[in-house]
């Protein structure tokens, strides 16, 4: 079954450092990834798609990449700042019946940005 | 902005009744979803509509149902509450796609079964 691997330990970095966030993925070929961030007790939000076809997106701060040999994505908050502290998810966008599609999201990594 | 709204934001109930979550979008969106989140296991898809009146079973939709009368509108029953049902429930909604494109959350139902 499809699995999705996200790095289930917070990780820490100091304010003004890059931080990178790693998503593996198992038995399948998404053609699209998405990257949301989740505040405690809220919904997520959603911050860039990244196709198959495309090896790496920006949009200010962020940066992701997708790397479809390796099954991975990356992604990279430049000039991190203690507001970039949330849990960041990677989903995969999956077949699923007909013509529709699905998201299967990972479990999240926890960023904590310190002073 | 896209607003997904949810009729509460905080649930209890009792075992065996039966229960009623509202997700309401603004913005003419498609396709919307259900999706519980539970620690460790992430974001699951419980039902999902990509038109008015369809609808569609997701990972998990034993002991749910869904209503979508009006394109805005996106019901979620749950027939006889089990304890096991305990989660936070999240509504989304997308504009393209059937479940490609990006995904717009409401703020999210905690609900406690007791």
């Known amino acids: 079954s499809q699995k999705i691997e996200q790095n289930s330990e917070a990780l820490n970095i100091q304010e003004g450092k890059t931080a990178t966030l790693t998503c593996n993925y198992t038995?399948?070929?998404?053609?699209?990834l998405q990257w949301y961030r989740q505040d405690p007790g809220r919904g997520p939000v959603f911050l860039l798609l990244?196709?198959?076809?495309?090896k790496e997106k920006r949009k200010e701060r962020l940066k992701v990449t997708f790397d479809t040999t390796l099954k991975q994505s990356l992604f990279h908050i430049t000039a991190s700042q203690p507001a970039d502290s949330a849990t960041y998810l990677c989903?995969?966008?999956?077949?699923?019946?007909?013509?529709?599609?699905?998201?299967?999201f990972g479990t999240g990594t926890r960023l904590q940005v310190t002073l | 902005d896209v607003k997904v709204t949810q009729s509460s934001r905080y649930l209890v109930k009792r075992t065996g009744e039966k229960v009623f979550l509202e997700c309401v979008q603004d913005?003419?969106?498609?396709?919307m979803f259900w999706y519980r989140q539970d620690p460790g296991l992430g974001l699951r898809l419980i039902y999902f509509?990509?038109?008015?009146?369809m609808k569609e079973k997701g990972d998990i939709p034993e002991g749910y149902s869904v209503s979508r009368e009006k394109k805005e509108r996106f019901s979620l029953i749950l027939e006889s509450a089990s304890t096991n049902q305990t989660s936070m429930y999240l509504c989304?909604?997308?504009?393209w796609g059937r479940g490609r494109g990006e995904q717009y959350f409401g703020p999210g139902t905690r609900l406690t079964v007791t």
């Open positions: 038995n399948y070929s998404p053609a699209y």
């Open positions: 509509s990509y038109d008015v009146k």
């Open positions: 913005m003419d969106h498609e396709n």
């Open positions: 990244i196709r198959e076809n495309e």
């Open positions: 989304a909604s997308s504009l």
């Open positions: 989903a995969l966008v999956l077949p699923y019946t007909g013509t529709a599609s699905k998201l299967t």
